[in-house]
């Protein structure tokens, strides 16, 4: 499981993706742990769908788990909530 970081916004999505995409790569089943998330924006929807889409390149599943509140709400708004599994 691969804990994502309290806050992930535009400044900080880049550096969050490059400490978490080696991770995930190296993961057989890649989990994202959301739930010390609070602080977020419509970055982090971007991180996590990239995120998504290089572990179905290889033939994976990403799964994101305790996505808190906020979170959720984002994804809804932006309609890819059912993308990310929320």
């Not at 400044?11 to 991770?23: C, F, K, M, N, Q």
């Not at 990239?50 to 179905?56: F, N, W």
Request: charged share 15%.
């Amino acid at each position: 499981m691969v804990p994502l970081p309290p806050r992930i916004t535009m400044a900080e999505a880049r550096a969050v993706l490059a400490d978490i995409g080696p991770r995930l790569a190296a993961a057989p089943q890649p989990v994202l742990d959301a739930s010390g998330m609070a602080e977020l924006d419509s970055a982090a929807l971007a991180l996590l769908l990239d995120c998504r889409r290089q572990v179905l390149a290889r033939g994976a599943t990403l799964q994101i788990s305790a996505a808190p509140p906020k979170l959720r709400q984002l994804a809804a708004l932006y309609g890819v909530g059912e993308l990310l599994g929320l």
